[in-house]
């Protein structure tokens, strides 16, 4: 009818195989121009599969790509990029040793007369980018020296630097702070009244409902659903993205919290820089949620108890007894185990096998005489699987095979092998789909039924609220507020259904958040 | 400066932190200058700020100048290679044997060629085959050794051509030897491939994150391709020089010099593991190695002893410069 496509990008019948794993499966995916589309589905259900091969790193095995009416016939991100199609990779796409500006005009360098490389430009022009975004990000820094936060920005903002006509953006929200999120949401809405496309991946249900206007739901390879969403209701989507029912996390049954002896005490923790001035108690058969933003110290608090930062001052008591921790090995010796945020640099070797993951932090207690103990190993290895509920082929698979979900159990695995009093847990659920998560807030629980201390860390609020029996509200590098989890109950909704409740908890939760936020000083998580 | 660093608790540390960072990065134009001026002090009546001694330090380290200028690039990608100072050897043999065989243009496209050759075998066992270059330049240093052994006979070959002597390595201008401005030019050269291209930014990009690189549409096999070849071919281009300085082509000619060009480019402040790398560093770095080399010698030490005491001030360069 016009010449202008009504599809930005149009897949069509798109199947890609792994070493006899069948990873797509016939899958169409359409994308029309001025939307955002979300893109949905469990781990393993082939969302960075086929966004991998719309951006040229995979080949397909079949199928056809038309964007902007154009056929996508050579499989490269340079072709793909030619097509105008840009992508931010979960921090995948920096590197560490360029600055902010080089990073985002990496191969698209600003240029002087005599064609040499004008930085200057770059980061005139990346700050411009920043500044629309109203995000402050040096572009002069490096981005080795970045939080997490700011990282994402970059990624993000080198993803729209390209000009795109499709805009893929994979979990662009993980660690971004809410203000930070609504930006970039208006931000988006700029972009796709101009016609551009945006596919958006998250597993952030709340997000997709605000900003998607369509979602397309793939499940083990195929695709599931393709509707707008006005027709996708949160419950709706859960359900095509697991395939079956009850696997909410309203459906987590947080049990009675015997609370035992007091395993952790903070009198007045400071470190450095954050946090500063903490104070908290932790008990046996307890968890405990740090509740916050990107920047609020709740990172911070976790590596000061974990012996991975100095302590500046006051004093962590754990059962009762002043320690001192300086190292990680300190911290192990009193039985505080940290599952840090970034699991595939902090957490794991992920080309190592399953059974060398989870028993390298108990390496010296299975040896004998500088021999490790092979059979002990294997069992240690086996309970954890078993325990755990791990998928994996065998315990000699290397951890890079398996999901997100299961990474995150082999280092939770991995400590546990240690066994703990006290488990600090940092994002525990970042980036793994909805039925992982429920069932890694379950083994929380179920740790602290064994008497555990947990202390939690998560961003996401519903899960928080379904995992821990306290909720520390931090800002600022501060505890502001220390809340028993009924506190969160709104009385007048108590007889609605649970997952109706665990919304109204985390509207309250939301708000004693930005209390917080106000209470302290309006903190820039720019830099350190 | 600690009642700001407590009421500006933002700014100071950053800024304090950025001046160690610099102290740390600029350790090694500070180390050059402390060993140069406490040699001056200490050797001035040996006769170690004689223009001629100075001159001297310069032709001694040119060939490990150009040689670790490209080696900036293979460490700065996140290779090595251990070949250059085999390959430096066989390239003053062929280039040897062609000027006695067809005169001096021959003997420049030999050295050139032998470079060549070495250089995309080695960037094409690394990049297509997947050795890592660790390995393949290892083995390579045997086999260029071997086949410079081999075509010569090990014997020297002389070189009787002026011309070639003059412009690679013997000759000067008034007192400015050849060799320093093959060292500054491509060093100026190599700088602003480095910082200013898109070439080198992409050098930069694949050692500093090589998946990240290929996400972001580098071709970081190609990259490390070339940086291998560029690496052989500065190899070459010093056996070269040593063959136009020595007026004769030997197997032994740079003999151990992977280890002095490795040394000055890290002493530069360029990363074993890649991402990071300043050509101006390495020939500092280079300098600064000469130097040692030439104020240990006029101090009288023996060989044993100016080898301990030459790594152990390495060491203490490279520990200094190590971000904590």
Not at chain 1, 43 to 50: D, E, L, Q, R, Y
Not at chain 1, 286 to 292: F, I, R, Y
Not at chain 1, 362 to 387: H, K, L, N, W
Not at chain 1, 398 to 422: C, F, M, Y
Request: hydrophobic share 45%.
């Amino acid at each position: 009818m016009s010449s202008v496509p009504e599809f930005a990008v149009r897949m069509t019948g798109i199947s890609k195989s792994f070493g006899g794993v069948r990873a797509l499966d016939g899958v169409d995916f359409e994308v029309h121009a001025g939307e955002v589309h979300a893109l949905l589905g469990g781990n393993g259900a082939g969302k960075s599969t086929i966004l991998k091969v719309l951006n040229g790193v995979h080949t397909p095995d079949s199928g056809s790509i038309v964007v902007g009416g154009k056929p996508l016939t050579t499989h490269a991100p340079e072709a793909s990029r030619a097509a105008g199609i840009a992508m931010n990779y979960q921090e995948m796409s920096l590197i560490p040793t360029l600055t902010v500006a080089q990073n985002i005009f990496l191969t698209r360098e600003a240029k002087t007369g005599s064609g040499l490389i004008n930085d200057r430009e770059a980061e005139r022009r990346a700050g411009e980018l920043f500044n629309m975004l109203e995000v402050r990000v040096d572009p002069r820094k490096l981005v080795g020296d970045l939080g997490a936060g700011q990282k994402q920005l970059t990624e993000i903002v080198k993803a729209i630097s390209q000009d795109a006509k499709v805009l893929i953006l994979d979990e662009p929200s993980t660690a971004l702070a809410v203000s930070d999120v609504e930006r970039l949401f208006v931000f988006l809405r700029k972009l796709t009244q101009r016609g551009v496309a945006v596919i958006y991946v998250s597993h952030r249900m709340d997000e997709i409902a605000r900003i998607a206007d369509r979602a397309t739901i793939l499940r083990d390879g195929k695709h599931i659903i393709t509707a707008p969403i006005s027709e996708l209701p949160i419950d709706t989507m859960i359900e095509y993205i697991v395939g079956k029912r009850s696997l909410g996390l309203a459906d987590v049954v947080r049990g009675d919290a015997s609370r035992g002896e007091v395993l952790l005490e903070l009198r007045g923790v400071s470190g450095r820089h954050k946090p500063s001035d903490v104070s908290l108690t932790l008990h046996a058969g307890e968890v405990v949620g740090l509740a916050g933003l990107l920047g609020s110290g709740r990172t911070a608090l976790a590596k000061v108890i974990a012996g991975l930062e100095p302590a500046a001052s006051g004093e962590i008591r754990v059962r009762g007894k002043r320690v001192d921790v300086r190292s990680p090995s300190d911290a192990i010796e009193r039985g505080i185990a940290l599952v840090p945020e970034a699991r595939a640099t902090q957490g794991i070797i992920p080309d190592h096998s399953v059974a060398a993951n989870m028993t390298l932090s108990v390496i010296d207690d299975i040896s004998v005489r500088g021999f490790v103990d092979q059979r002990r190993a294997r069992d240690i290895t086996d309970e954890q699987i078993r325990r755990l509920a791990i998928k994996t082929g065998s315990r000699e698979h290397a951890v890079s095979t398996l999901s997100g979900g299961n990474q995150q159990k082999v280092v939770i695995g991995k400590w546990l092998a240690s066994d703990p009093d006290i488990l600090i847990l940092d994002e525990p659920t970042a980036g793994i789909d909805i039925g992982s998560k429920s069932e890694i807030i379950r083994l929380v629980r179920q740790l602290a039924r064994e008497g555990k201390g947990v202390l939690m860390i998560s961003s996401e609020l519903s899960e928080l609220l379904t995992a821990c029996d306290r909720i520390v509200v931090m800002a600022d590098g501060r505890a502001h507020e220390d809340l028993p989890r009924e506190a969160f109950d709104d009385p007048a909704a108590a007889d609605g259904d649970l997952a109706h409740r665990l919304q109204a908890a985390e509207q309250r939760l939301q708000i004693k958040i930005q209390e917080a936020l106000v209470g302290g000083k309006e903190e820039s998580h720019v830099g350190h | 400066m600690s009642a700001t660093d407590v009421n500006s608790g933002e700014q100071s540390p950053s800024k304090l932190r950025t001046f160690l960072g610099d102290w740390r990065q600029n350790i090694i134009y500070i180390g050059f200058v402390v060993i140069f001026v406490v040699f001056a002090l200490t050797l001035n009546d040996k006769g170690f700020l004689n223009p001629n001694n100075l001159l001297n330090i310069v032709r001694q380290t040119a060939m490990i100048a150009v040689m670790a200028i490209a080696m900036t690039f293979v460490l700065s990608a996140g290779e090595i290679d251990l070949s250059v100072g085999a390959v430096a050897g066989l390239a003053s043999v062929t280039v040897a044997l062609a000027i006695s065989a067809a005169g001096p243009l021959a003997g420049v496209l030999a050295g050139i060629a032998t470079g060549l050759a070495v250089g995309v075998f080695n960037g094409w066992l690394t990049t297509r085959i997947g050795i890592p270059s660790f390995l393949t330049t290892l083995a390579m240093m045997g086999i260029a050794k071997g086949i410079a052994m081999w075509v010569s006979d090990t014997a020297a070959v002389p070189i009787l051509h002026q011309g070639f002597a003059w412009l690679f390595g013997g000759g000067a201008v008034g007192r400015i030897p050849v060799l320093l401005f093959w060292t500054l030019v491509l060093g100026v050269i190599g700088h602003v491939a480095l910082k200013r291209t898109g070439f080198g930014r992409r050098v930069l990009a694949t050692g500093g994150g090589e998946t990240a690189a290929r996400f972001s549409g580098i071709d970081t096999r190609s990259i490390k391709f070339r940086v291998l070849v560029l690496s052989s071919l500065a190899a070459a281009l010093a056996g070269m020089l040593y063959a136009g300085r020595l007026q004769s082509g030997r197997f032994q000619l740079g003999e151990g010099d992977e280890l002095s060009v490795i040394a000055a480019a890290v002493l530069g402040g360029t990363s074993l593991f890649g991402g990071k790398g300043t050509v101006i560093g390495t020939i500092v770095g280079a300098m600064m190695i000469g130097l040692i080399n030439n104020g240990l010698i006029l101090m009288g030490l023996e060989f044993s002893q100016q080898l301990i005491a030459r790594g152990g001030i390495i060491i203490l360069a490279v520990a200094l410069s190590q971000k904590r």
